[in-house]
Each structure stands twice: as C-alpha cells, then as structure tokens.
C-alpha cells in the first residue's frame, strides 16, 4: 500500500495486486525478528483489508500467534480479528476461544480484562461454557479492572443465555459486589443488575441500598453519579428521609456536568411536588445553577449542552408560568435568553420560546425592543419566530395587547411577505382572544391581502373574514378571489376547508353579495372536489341552507360574542404531566411523551414495570438477603452546609449514554 510521508500509512487505499498474499510471509516474519513496529504495521493492513469487506480468514493461524505477546495494541488487534472470524467461522472458534482462556489466566491485569472481554463478546451456543467460567472466575478477580469487566461480561453472558445467569449464583454475588471497595465496580453491578432483573421491575430500591449508595456519591464517576441519583426516581422517601436525601444531593446542584445536575433537579421536583411550600423553594434554588450551566455551555462553545438545558428549562416554565404563575421563574433572568449573534438557530429558537412564559409587566417593555430586533433580522425564520413569540406574550399578559398590537401593525409596513404572513397569522390568534382590536387590523388587511401567499396565512386571513366580515367593505370580494382556484390543488385543501366555513357565515351577515359566492363555492366542491370529507361537508351546509336557514345559521355561526379564555394548547395538562414525569430523558428534548416516538410495546412494558415497582413500595417491605448486608449506619452522611427549609421513563439521558459505554465495551477496539 502507497504511504504518504508526514501522515503514516494510508491503509484504505491503493491495494495492490499480491500484497495479500504477501502478508502471511510478514506475519511469520517480524515475530521472529521481534520486531514490534513493523508486526503493528502489518497486523494493521490486515485489520484493513478485513474492514473493507475483504476476506482474510486464511490468515487466522499468524493471527493467533501474534497474540502471544505482551504488547497490548497488538493483542486489541487480533481479538478484532479473532471475535470477526469466529463467529461466521466456527471451526476456528475453538482456536480463538483458546486464546482468550490463556490471556484469562495471565498476570497482567491489562491483559486479563482485555481477554476476558472479547471472550464474552463471541455470540454462539459453543461459547457459554468458556464465557461462563471466565466470568464467574473474574468476578472474583484480585483485580478491579477485571472485576468490572467481567460484571459486563455477566451482562453479557445473561443476554444469550438467561437460564444460566439465573440458575447459577449471579444475582447474589452481583450484590456482594455493589460493596466493592472500586467505584467503577459499584456502578458496573448496579446496571448488571439493573438489566438482568428487567422483567422483575430492575435492581429492588430499598432503603439501605439507597443509603449506601448516596454515602458513596462521591466516589463515582459523573455517568455513575447520574445513575445512582436516578434510582432515587425509583425510591419513595419518608418525610424526614426526604429532608437528608436533598441536603446530600444540594452539592450536586454546582456540578460541572448537566446529567448530574439534570438528574439531580428531576429528584428535587419530584420529591417535593406534593408540598407546594417546599416546592417553591426548590424551584427558586434550581434556577442558579441551570442558569450557570446554560451560559457556561455557550461560553465554551458547547452549544449541544446549552440547547439541553435550555429544552428543560423550557418544559418548567411552561408547566409552572400556567399552574403556578406565582412562583415568578427564570423572569428576572431574562436577559439570559436573549439571542446572540454567533449562537445556532436551535438555541434561538428555544430561548424565544421561553421569553414568552417568562414574561411580566415588569420586563415585557425590554423583552418586547429585543424581539422587534429580530423581526427585522436576515434570516427569516428567526423573524417569524419573534413574531409569533410576541402575539404569544399579548395571550398572557392581556395588559400589553395594545402595545403588541400597534408592534404588529407596524411589522406591516415592511411590505415583506414572510413578516406580513405571520403578523396575519399572529393577529387572527389575538383576535380570537381579544376581538374588540379588530378596527385596527382591518386597514393591514384590506392593503396586503394581495401579498400573503403562505397557506397558513391566507386560512388565518379568511377566517378574520368571516368572523368580522361585516366590518370589512371588501370581504365578500376577497374571499371570492379564493375561490376561483380548485380545491384539488398541492395544498389548497385546508385552504378551502376555511373558505367554505368563512363564506358561510357572510353570508348570513351580508346575503346580498354572498349569495352568487356561496352557491358557485358549494357547486364547486361538490361538483368537483376529490376529497370526500370536504365533499360531505359542501352538502351537509347546502342541506342545511335548503331545509332551513335560521338552523343553518344557528350551526354555522354560532354564539358570535364568546371570546375564548384559554387556548387548547395551553390547558393541554395531561401532556405536559406525562413529560414532566419523563424530565431527563429524551421527551423533553422531542416535547413529546415517550409513547410518541417509542414502540407501544417498550411503552406498556416500561409503565407497567413502573407501576410494579410503585406497587412494592406501598408494600411492607420484607428482608432482601443481599441487601441486608449493608453497612450504612444510622443515617445518611449529611453535608455541612445548612439543610434546605421545609416519573419515570426507563430511558433517561443519563441511560443513554450508560448504553453507549456498555455497546463500545461489547466491541473490543483496533488502535
């Protein structure tokens, strides 16, 4: 293979005719000579030539040798060719499987992990004996690295084969291990056990355990320290435990790293739920640090981190600025959600939506200059969203419609149509709450009509036409303009569907010019409308006109005065309770529940472990013989500072990245 000076070997290009076979030569060659370099080069091409698809079996013999040394990116090397070749070649298995048995008995601490590793990845039946005895023999290794390794290994060996972890001993001398003096090891068993008693509701939370574990906090790793506070999730508290389980955990809130500060906010949210006094303290406390950790993450560039933090910070002021107004979060820190300049569009994005729930009559002013900067900004969804942001803040502070409604007319005036169709849409959302300020629309309308060419825009204009169309000279002669199109047009179906609805009711403020609109639009659709529901619809009003008008209008109309209080979309709580349960975990990044984007079947077995586990709670709780073996003392070890005054999804943000750990450490690397 050609090499490029300065770079090293290139090993994925330029194969020449014969190095192939020339390479069995080499492999029995730089042994020989002792030759670690050049040995590492040509295992190297071989690795190579394997991940390109081409086959090098033949080569296994060499290969095997090889791994009789004590250089430890040889030995990684020719595990990745042993576990490829083994499991599509079984008559080399009990070759390589060999290998890794001598490498399980070595010295070298290094050399026994690594060994007894790969030897748990090989997925065939022939394998579980030797797998089996490797791990059991590592769990009770001199060693830690190996001890962890083989817990991994016990993970491993339970996914082939569940019968032979269950009935042999595994289960008790994972718990054993939970005492290990190594933190590593202490983490690997409680996920060990955490997935091999799956369908018994995970790892039993008991008060012990938890005890333990939290005087061990800080022993572990950021990774594992978000996997022991996660099982608090799982863990039902006493009142006066409840007290000593936040004040260890209230450090935890000046971490560096957001899953421990994430799964540390998710125990003190729902510890204190049900005590609305405490509760809002806690919510006061939380706000330093996720404010810290958001900008710290913009400092350093890390915006994936930012946008993380931001999307929980966004869930809480959505449920506590509708529930709890009072509570007053994140409002007086709302100079940190205004935009900058080098910051990605996602972080825009989710820090506009968040200014409209923290926003009062004390930073409405300030909050509303920043986003009519953006209104006039280059890119144009940016301007969209600060628009829609601003009719959004007019619902929830009713005291600055006026304000917001002379802003919006004067976006008008650019003559943009991007801006115009949003101001449009964004004046029909306040219309429905506020109808009294449509005198000031009617003159925007009757001027830029002609300029929207947005879908949503143009439904949101026809449906400001037909609730106030008898204020609009030119009403009945704009929606005509409509409907000369055809209904079976690329996206004129929701179009018509408003027109017809709109057209309507005109006509029953001003029959004279709407009768010829009416009767073309009904003959239209239902003459030629491809779609059934639109058709149905045409001659369920056409019926209704024919048998009797005053119930047609009765119908179609409706009560003209009610205003709506509150929209659908904000009093939709048994939404958002589902994903404030599933706080830390990808829900909140999607703003769906986990039944949205996960399979029906992983969802019901996940809620119904959830309910198994609440159900043991409530249950007295009976002697679990491992557990029993813990030696807590009294109480928690409490912290010095001053004590604060008086859910559950399986795959949190923190699991996730625990599998990932788990999935590299089934697949041993080449270096």
């Known amino acids: 293979m050609s090499q490029s000076t300065g770079t090293g070997p290139q090993f994925f290009v330029d194969i020449k005719k014969g190095e192939i076979n020339e390479l069995r030569g080499l492999l029995q060659k730089y042994p020989l000579e002792k030759d670690?370099?050049?040995?590492?080069e040509t295992i190297k091409k071989v690795i190579a030539y394997m991940?390109?698809?081409?086959?090098?079996?033949?080569?296994?013999?060499?290969?095997?040798?090889?791994?009789?040394?004590?250089?430890?990116?040889?030995?990684?090397?020719?595990?990745?060719?042993?576990?490829?070749?083994?499991?599509?070649?079984?008559?080399?298995?009990?070759?390589?499987i060999n290998?890794?048995?001598?490498?399980?008995?070595?010295?070298?601490?290094?050399?026994?992990?690594?060994?007894?590793?790969?030897?748990?990845?090989?997925?065939?039946?022939?394998?579980?004996?030797?797998?089996e005895k490797a791990v059991s023999d590592g769990l009770d290794d001199d060693h830690p690295h190996v001890r962890k390794t083989a817990v991994i290994g016990a993970i491993k060996l339970y996914r082939q084969s569940p019968t032979m972890v269950n009935n042999g001993n595994y289960i008790e001398r994972l718990y054993k291990l939970i005492k290990d003096i190594d933190a590593q090891v202490v983490i690997n068993a409680v996920i060990a056990l955490d997935e091999i008693l799956e369908n018994e509701g995970g790892i039993a939370i008991k008060r012990k355990l938890i005890i333990y574990l939290l005087n061990r906090l800080k022993d572990f790793h950021d990774w594992g320290q978000s996997l022991v506070i996660g099982l608090l999730s799982r863990y039902e508290p006493k009142p006066d435990e409840m007290i000593d389980i936040l004040n260890v955990l209230e450090d935890r809130l000046s971490h560096a790293s957001y899953s421990v500060l994430l799964a540390a906010t998710k125990i003190f949210m729902s510890y204190t739920k049900n005590s609305p006094v405490i509760n809002k303290q806690v919510m006061k406390r939380l706000q330093a640090p996720l404010i810290t950790l958001m900008t710290s993450g913009g400092t350093t560039g890390n915006y994936e981190i930012t946008y993380v933090i931001l999307q929980h910070i966004y869930l809480i002021v959505v449920r506590y600025s509708l529930s709890n107004p009072d509570y007053n979060l994140f409002q007086e820190d709302y100079k940190h959600f205004f935009c900058k300049i080098e910051e990605p569009s996602y972080i825009k994005d989710t820090k506009i939506d968040i200014l409209a729930y923290i926003a009062n009559e004390t930073n409405t002013k300030e909050i509303l200059n920043e986003l009519s900067e953006y209104v006039v900004d280059v890119n144009s969804d940016l301007a969209k969203k600060a628009i829609a942001c601003i009719a959004r803040i007019a619902v929830f502070v009713p005291s600055t419609v006026s304000i917001i409604m002379n802003n919006l007319l004067n976006f008008f005036k650019h003559f943009?149509?991007?801006?115009?169709?949003?101001?449009?849409?964004?004046?029909?959302?306040?219309?429905?709450?506020?109808?009294?300020?449509?005198?000031?629309?009617?003159?925007?309308?009757?001027?830029?009509?002609?300029?929207?060419?947005?879908?949503?825009?143009?439904?949101?204009?026809?449906?400001?036409?037909?609730?106030?169309?008898?204020?609009?000279p030119n009403a009945a002669y704009i929606l005509e303009s409509y409907a000369v199109s055809s209904p079976n047009e690329p996206g004129a179906l929701d179009i018509f569907y408003f027109l017809l609805t709109a057209v309507s009711k005109l006509f029953f403020k001003r029959p004279r010019e709407c009768q010829t609109i009416l009767g073309n639009l009904l003959k239209l659709l239902i003459t030629s409308c491809e779609n059934n529901d639109l058709k149905s619809k045409a001659m369920m009003y056409y019926n209704l006109l024919k048998t009797d008008v005053q119930s047609a209008k009765d119908i179609i109309v409706g009560d003209s005065q009610s205003t709506i209080k509150r929209f659908l979309e904000d009093e939709d709580n048994e939404r958002k309770d589902k994903i404030y349960k599933e706080f830390n975990t990808f829900s909140v990044i999607y703003r769906e529940p986990q039944e949205k984007f996960l399979k029906k079947e992983l969802v019901q077995k996940m809620y119904q472990q959830e309910q198994e586990s609440e159900s043991k709670e409530a249950k007295v709780e009976t002697p679990l013989e491992p557990e029993e073996k813990f030696e807590t003392g009294v109480a928690l070890q409490r912290p010095t500072h001053p004590p604060i005054s008086k859910n559950l999804l399986v795959i949190s943000l923190c699991d996730i990245r625990i599998w990932m750990l788990n999935l590299l450490m089934c697949f041993p690397l080449a270096i």
């Open 99 to 131: 290998t890794f048995l001598n490498d399980c008995k070595s010295l070298d601490f290094k050399i026994k992990a690594l060994a007894l590793r790969n030897l748990s990845s090989l997925k065939f039946p022939a394998a579980l004996t030797y797998i």
């Open 51 to 96: 991940t390109l698809g081409i086959d090098v079996s033949r080569f296994f013999t060499e290969m095997v040798k090889a791994a009789n040394t004590n250089d430890l990116i040889i030995k990684k090397m020719v595990y990745l060719y042993i576990v490829n070749y083994t499991e599509h070649n079984q008559e080399c298995a009990i070759l390589g």
């Open 36 to 40: 670690i370099t050049k040995q590492r």
């Open 416 to 472: 943009t149509e991007y801006i115009s169709s949003e101001c449009i849409v964004s004046c029909a959302i306040l219309l429905r709450k506020y109808p009294e300020y449509i005198d000031e629309v009617i003159p925007a309308i009757e001027d830029l009509h002609t300029l929207i060419t947005k879908a949503e825009a143009k439904i949101a204009l026809i449906w400001i036409l037909g609730e106030f169309g008898e204020k609009i």
